[in-house]
């Protein structure tokens, strides 16, 4: 078995004892970033279709070399406008809406295409000035003002925890998504489901905050684990 067969493996058990616990779904998503085509196939190989990329410049390359494998592909960075185009046709979901004009842009493309996009909306949850995301209360005037785009449907919140040695130390951020989620639903009828949240340090924490999605890189592909 190699190492990236045992690191899926381990992976996918600590997600499935933690679904069992919280009574979400959550999906991997397998973080592209900086990685080959040869290992996105080997994690393909050992079982992973689903993956999420940080930048449409390396992303186009690997999209194209992986047509045939037919892996589902999730943008998760920032996106900026002018960029929409490249990937609308592409990806299933973006994660990475924090702005009306970008989503107005995703829209756009997106009826140019005949979809229905799915996004997410990022929210900055600690407040963080290195990262993107919407400030926490504002996201439910986004979320209402997204409401008329017909070509993009809202299906939840996403967030990029602090960077911290204690995982436990993000569950305030984790359970702080949550509460917005059932807030946003409670003032407005969209019907979030998804949560994505949780990396590769501290996945099984945003899982038992209710995560339906955990975005891991390091975790699937480290020789040190």
Not at 47 to 67: H, S
Not at 69 to 84: C, D, E, M, S, Y
């Amino acid at each position: 078995m190699t190492h990236i067969e045992r690191n899926l493996a381990r992976i996918t058990s600590v997600i499935s004892d933690a679904r069992d616990k919280s009574k979400g779904k959550p999906t991997l998503v397998g973080v592209t970033k900086s990685l080959s085509v040869e290992t996105i196939s080997e994690l393909m190989r050992a079982g992973l279709t689903c993956f999420g990329e940080n930048r449409v410049q390396e992303f186009l390359p690997k999209y194209e070399a992986l047509t045939d494998a037919q892996p589902t592909w999730h943008f998760i960075g920032h996106l900026q406008r002018n960029k929409v185009k490249f990937i609308i046709d592409k990806v299933v979901m973006i994660h990475s809406v924090d702005n009306l004009p970008l989503a107005q842009e995703i829209n756009k493309r997106a009826a140019q295409t005949g979809r229905i996009m799915d996004i997410l909306i990022e929210v900055n949850i600690a407040s963080e000035d290195t990262k993107h995301g919407v400030a926490p209360e504002e996201a439910i005037s986004l979320a209402r003002a997204l409401a008329p785009l017909s070509n993009i449907q809202v299906k939840g919140l996403m967030c990029i925890a602090p960077f911290v040695e204690n995982a436990e130390d993000n569950r305030i951020h984790f359970k702080n998504m949550r509460n917005l989620l059932v807030d946003i639903n409670a003032q407005h009828p969209h019907n979030l489901t998804e949560l994505s949240m949780g990396m590769s340090g501290d996945y099984h924490i945003a899982i038992s905050e209710g995560s339906t999605m955990v975005r891991i890189g390091t975790a699937l592909v480290s020789k040190e684990n």
